[in-house]
C-alpha cells in the first residue's frame, strides 16, 4: 500500500506562490552582526568538508536568493565536530569523497518564507518538506543539515533524486519499492547508504521523506540545548 501512494504522482510538480518582497542583488561578503554565540563555521572545523549553499543562489525550490549575508555553513559547535568526524569516517573508507553541504543554520525568517510559498499544499503535505515556522525547524538552531557527498573527481553522488526534490523517490523509507520497480539503482541506493550509515555513527537522524537533511537530535533535545536563531539572511 505504501508504495501505491509512492505511484501516484512521481512528477508532481508544486505551485510555488512568489514573495512579495524583493531580495536586495548585493550579495554581502560578512554578516554585520556578530554571529550567535555558540554557531561555528563548518569549515574551520573541518577545511575537507564543502559548502554550496543553495539559498545563497537562485538553483533552488524558490528560484529565489533566500541568503544575501549568509554565505558560510554555520552550526552548534558540538554538531559541527560531529560532522567532522564524519568526514574523518568517509575520508578513511572512500578516500577523495567529502561531504557537501546545501544548507545548514537557516535564519527563522527564511523558513517562514519557505512556508508561505508552499500554501497551496494542504498542511498534511507541507509539513513532509517545510517544517512548519510555529514548531521551527532544527535548521533554525543551527543542529541540521543538508548535504551530500562529492567523489574524488568533486562530482555529487548519484542519489537519483535532487536536493529539495518533493517527489517521493527522495523518499528514504521508499526507496526498497523504487529499488524493486526499477525506478532507482542498486548504486544510487547504496549511495544514498554511504551517506546515512556514516551520519548515523554520529547520531545524526535522517528525516524519512529527503535523502539530504539529517538533525542532529530529536526536536525535544534541540529546544532544551539551543536557542533559535533569529538572524539576518
Ligand atoms: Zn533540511
Known amino acids: ?10 512528477k508532481k510538480t ?8 524583493k531580495q536586495p542583488s548585493t550579495v554581502l561578503k560578512t554578516p554585520t552582526t556578530p554571529l550567535p554565540e555558540g554557531l561555528v563555521d563548518v569549515q ?21 536568493r533566500l541568503y544575501t549575508r549568509l554565505q558560510k555553513a554555520y552550526l552548534q559547535k558540538d554538531v559541527a565536530i560531529r ?3 564524519v568526514q574523518k569516517e568517509l575520508s578513511r573508507k572512500y578516500p ?31 509539513i513532509k518538506f517545510v517544517s512548519n515556522p510555529k ?5 533554525n538552531m ?8 562529492l567523489n574524488a573527481n568533486g562530482e555529487a553522488l548519484d542519489m537519483g533524486a535532487g536536493f529539495d526534490d518533493i517527489r517521493k523517490i527522495a523518499y528514504p523509507c521508499l526507496e526498497d519499492s523504487f529499488l524493486k520497480v526499477g525506478q532507482l539503482t542498486p548504486l544510487q541506493v547504496q549511495n544514498r547508504k ?4 556514516t551520519m548515523l555513527m554520529q547520531g545524526f537522524r535522517q528525516l524519512p521523506t529527503e535523502w539530504w537533511h539529517f538533525n542532529a537530535c530529536s526536536r525535544e533535545e534541540a529546544k532544551r540545548k539551543y536557542k533559535v536563531l533569529y538572524l539576518e539572511p
Open 1 to 10: 500500500m505504501m508504495f501505491w501512494s509512492c505511484q501516484e504522482s512521481p
Open 83 to 85: 560532522l567532522s568526524e
Open 142 to 149: 543551527g543542529a541540521a543539515i543538508d548535504l551530500t557527498i
Open 194 to 197: 554511504i551517506l546515512r550509515s
Open 44 to 64: 574551520q572545523i573541518n577545511a575537507a568538508i564543502q559548502i554550496d549553499l543553495k539559498y545563497t543562489t537562485t538553483d533552488n525550490f524558490l528560484r529565489e
Open 14 to 21: 508544486i505551485p510555488i506562490k512568489p514573495t512579495p518582497k
Open 96 to 126: 577523495g569523497y567529502q561531504l557537501l553541504i546545501y544548507d545548514a543554520v537557516r535564519p527563522v525568517s527564511v523558513q517562514e518564507k519557505m512556508w508561505k510559498a508552499l500554501d497551496s499544499l494542504p498542511v498534511k503535505e507541507r
Open 135 to 139: 514548531n521551527l525547524s532544527l535548521h
